[in-house]
């Protein structure tokens, strides 16, 4: 926490710090600062000195405010915006770090250049910034070596854990007898395929979940389903809540659509309702992204008193609700989720298969209200048409015969005996859990700030 002291102010202080956080890029070009009422919170001062605190990293050119949206670290900075001198003293210009300076000339960057009073040299070990694009890369490249080591962020299952047999016979039903030419040689149901639709709505019944087949659109996994609703309810400099901490990709795929993302703290029993209360007095958002079920990255599941309460706020406030149910595979059937709750009526249920079967099957769906089926539809139709019918038909045949269930039951076994011995080797290394690990996640206190962690 920021101290008074003889020597700075705790606006100078603040100020130093978020300076000393980009200079060594924790804070990456693009990132979004807290907003000031956050930020007064969580240093424990008032909003005047953070606002005066902000005012100062925007005359260093650190910084720069978007109308409606916050304050974000500089994408760049120009060549005449450093020679401006005369906004730094001796010492904050000499050891000033400038990252990602565009060289406009040339069309490349340098990725980072020290600037000193009388020179300028390139960084020899630029630093790579870390954000969800970095991340997903990071995920597909592996680590280098003559042998393939785990990769604990891929977030998906071990290939001997997914391995079975049924997927080729799934593929061999629904490219028999005809079946290959007449679903590839048309474009299919642009809602999807019709045997998986009917598949799928009585899947969701063994969830409570009411949604008959002209009620649900297939889609190209999970996440494309979250970009559909999104894309679908709202346009840039909307107001959407997400859980936070939450899914990397999620917040960056957001606010490259640029909607102002309000961040709703996620505790054990479900989200914060007093801060969610707030944003809608102030900011009336029109969507509301959550995970219910195995919360990624706490493993919470919500429980049914805050299920109520959040449904009862989204239909005081006018706004909808996605739930992803990602995990819901890994979960029990009668885990509370949102949709069962409140019968798909403010609410778009999301989910897939590429965790539990393959992630190279890009299979997901959502179930919608009626009254915005077709605005859905026409969103896929401008971004990908249809989708795979022959895998939509080689799902369905998974679901009807009752291999997803097994193989998802197998999958479970094993999950909580490595999950007991990931608990242990965790405890043995002197870590300990915030929460008691769930699903595929375990939230570990390292002790370590995790910006420094990151890097």
């Keep these: 926490m920021l101290k008074h002291t003889a020597t700075a102010t705790l606006t100078e202080q603040l100020c130093n710090r978020f300076a000393e956080r980009i200079r060594t890029r924790l804070l990456a070009p693009g990132a979004r600062l807290p907003s000031v009422r956050q930020c007064a919170q969580q240093q424990g001062v008032s909003p005047s000195t953070v606002v005066a605190a902000y005012d100062q990293l925007m005359a260093r050119g650190l910084i720069e405010a978007r109308p409606q949206r ?79 080591k785990p990769q604990p962020g891929l977030g998906v299952f071990p290939p001997d854990w997914l391995q079975n047999s049924f997927l080729g016979a799934a593929v061999r039903k629904a490219s028999s007898g005809g079946m290959l030419e007449s679903t590839s040689l048309h474009y299919g149901d642009p809602m999807g395929d019709a045997s998986l639709r009917q598949a799928l709505s009585h899947k969701l019944a063994g969830l409570q979940i009411d949604a008959a087949p002209t009620q649900i659109l297939t889609t190209m996994g999970a996440t494309h389903a979250l970009d559909i609703v999104s894309r679908t309810l709202l346009r840039a400099g909307d107001a959407v809540m997400v859980e936070e901490p939450g899914w990397a990709i999620e917040y960056a795929r957001l606010a490259a659509m640029g909607l102002l993302i309000l961040p709703v703290p996620r505790g054990p029993d479900g989200p914060d309702l007093a801060v969610m209360a707030q944003y809608c007095a102030l900011h009336q958002p029109k969507l509301f992204v959550s995970v219910s079920v195995l919360h990624n990255p706490t493993g919470y599941c919500l429980s049914p008193g805050a299920a109520h309460r959040v449904l009862q706020l989204a239909h005081a406030q006018g706004f909808h609700i996605v739930e992803d149910d990602t995990y819901s595979h890994l979960a029990a059937e009668h885990a509370t989720r949102l949709s069962a709750l409140d019968g798909l009526r403010r609410t778009v249920y999301v989910s897939g298969f590429s965790k539990i079967i393959a992630p190279g099957w890009r299979v997901g769906y959502m179930a919608a209200p009626p009254d915005l089926v077709e605005r859905l539809t026409d969103t896929k139709l401008l971004a990908t048409l249809t989708t795979p019918p022959i895998l939509e038909k080689a799902m369905a045949w998974c679901i009807d015969q009752g291999q997803l269930r097994r193989h998802a039951a197998r999958i479970r076994t094993r999950l909580d005996a490595a999950r007991t011995r990931s608990v242990n080797l965790a405890q043995q290394a002197g870590c300990t859990f915030a929460a008691p690990p769930a699903g595929l996640f375990g939230w570990v206190d390292t002790g370590v700030d995790t910006e420094a962690l990151a890097q």
């Design 70 to 148: 916050g304050f974000y670290v500089r994408q760049s900075l120009s060549s005449e915006k450093l020679n401006q001198k005369s906004k730094f003293s001796d010492n904050q210009y000499h050891d000033l770090d400038i990252q990602n300076i565009a060289d406009s000339n040339q069309n490349t960057s340098v990725s980072s250049v020290k600037i000193s009073k009388n020179e300028s040299v390139q960084d020899p070990n630029p630093h790579v910034p870390i954000n969800a694009t970095a991340l997903i890369r990071g995920m597909f490249r592996g680590q280098p070596g003559p042998v393939a």
